[in-house]
């Protein structure tokens, strides 16, 4: 069994996951603190869950004697592992499990926000709840003062200090001569403000993410600013305030909500516009279930839109991956299609296997008269 952190990566790796045999069971647990803090609270979301799974199992047809076996196996295995006492999700507020015996495949994924339980037994990874959570975006936080720097890492729900950026920024600054009068003080403060502009792009180039946010003064600001290397200038979101020195996790998140709501907001709005832009003949927009999937289809999407929680039934072709609303047989190759209660998710597997962008929809309605789901197109 192995435990990944939930990132574009292991999200584009699971959608493009589809063992040549055998089931794949996907298990969403919550460790939201406030419903699920105690083991007995957990133990009887584990129970339901995983008879929820049994009672899936008895209801899929046509499932050949080796893959009923093989997924009775898994559940009984899942139980097992999520009761035992190496299960410790420290620090995670939900889980993502994924078995599969026959294809060998055991991975969990620790998930930065709750979610809601649930058990899916299918030919591949179901990852819908993953693509949403990673559309929240991977966000870096620098703190700033004239003696300190701070970085946080996380989601708009979760936020963890990376300690070691504290002391590179302050080893940095340290070296050469005590400042005596003012002019040197300044002197101090401009390398200090250089120092950690630098070491956050190198953080950068270690493990990238998608969008920045600097808590800072508004006197230290511009200095920032210009200093910003332009990989980092391209994710700025803003700036905003908060007490740098003292604040816990909780409290930055507390401080920074707003300024990230208002960045999401702002990200669905140019994605949106650009659907929009791009409707009508020879654009490059589409809108609506059955034009979507067709772009989709064609790989020909750039980015993906769909409303939270949006689902919808439709049809997937299990050898060409063709997808569509209706239908007895895939247009492309003739093969009997099968019927989905959810087609999104299989949108959004390919949507991800095309690199495209998920942009779910949260804070505008546009998306309500064109059938809550559409796409920006490459070509
Ligand atoms: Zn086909």
């Keep these: 069994m192995q435990t990944n952190e939930l990132n574009r990566d292991t999200l584009r790796r699971l959608a493009e996951l589809r063992p040549e045999r055998g089931k794949v069971v996907s298990l969403y647990m919550s460790l939201d603190p406030k419903e699920f803090a105690t083991p007995q609270a957990r133990t009887t979301q584990v129970h339901s869950l995983l008879d929820d799974g049994a009672r899936r199992v008895k209801e899929l047809d046509g499932l050949s004697h080796d893959d009923r076996k093989g997924v009775d196996a898994d559940l009984v295995e899942l139980r097992e592992f999520l009761e035992g006492d190496d299960f410790v999700p420290e620090g995670a507020h939900g889980i993502a499990a994924f078995r599969s015996s026959q294809a060998d495949l055991f991975e969990l994924i620790r998930l930065p926000r709750p979610v809601t339980p649930r058990i899916f037994i299918d030919d591949s990874p179901l990852i ?10 991977n966000w870096a936080l620098l703190l700033l003062s004239r003696r300190t720097a701070r970085l946080l890492r996380g989601s ?13 920024v302050r080893g940095e600054s340290d070296e050469g001569s005590r400042a005596i ?19 956050l792009h190198t953080r950068f180039r270690r493990r990238p993410f998608d969008r920045l946010l600097v ?38 998140l507390e401080a920074a909500a707003p300024v990230m709501e208002e960045d999401d907001r702002r990200r669905e709005r140019e ?64 093969s009997e299609l099968e019927q989905r209660d959810d087609v999104i998710e299989s949108a959004v597997e390919l949507a991800l296997e095309q690199a495209a962008e998920i942009v779910v929809v949260h804070h505008h309605d546009d998306l309500g008269t064109r059938g809550s789901i559409g796409a920006v197109l490459r070509f």
């Design 128 to 137: 819908e709840p993953l693509a949403e959570m990673v559309s929240a975006g």
């Design 271 to 334: 994605a949106l516009d650009r659907m929009a832009a791009g409707l009508g003949a020879g654009g490059h927009g589409a809108a609506g279930l059955d034009e979507t999937l067709a772009m989709l289809t064609e790989r020909r999407v750039e980015t993906l839109l769909f409303e939270e929680g949006f689902s919808a039934p439709g049809v997937v072709c299990g050898s060409c991956g063709w997808i569509g609303t209706e239908g007895a047989s895939c247009p492309v190759d003739g």
């Design 215 to 252: 808590g800072c003064s508004a006197e230290l600001w511009p200095g920032l600013e210009s200093r910003l290397h332009a990989d980092l200038a391209r994710r700025l979101a803003g700036r905003f305030d908060v007490e740098v020195e003292r604040s816990s996790p909780q409290q930055v």
């Design 156 to 168: 708009p729900s979760r936020l963890d200090e990376m300690r070691e950026f504290r002391e590179r």
């Design 181 to 199: 009068d003012q002019r040197s003080v300044d002197a101090e403060v401009k390398d200090h403000v250089t120092n950690a502009a630098e070491e």
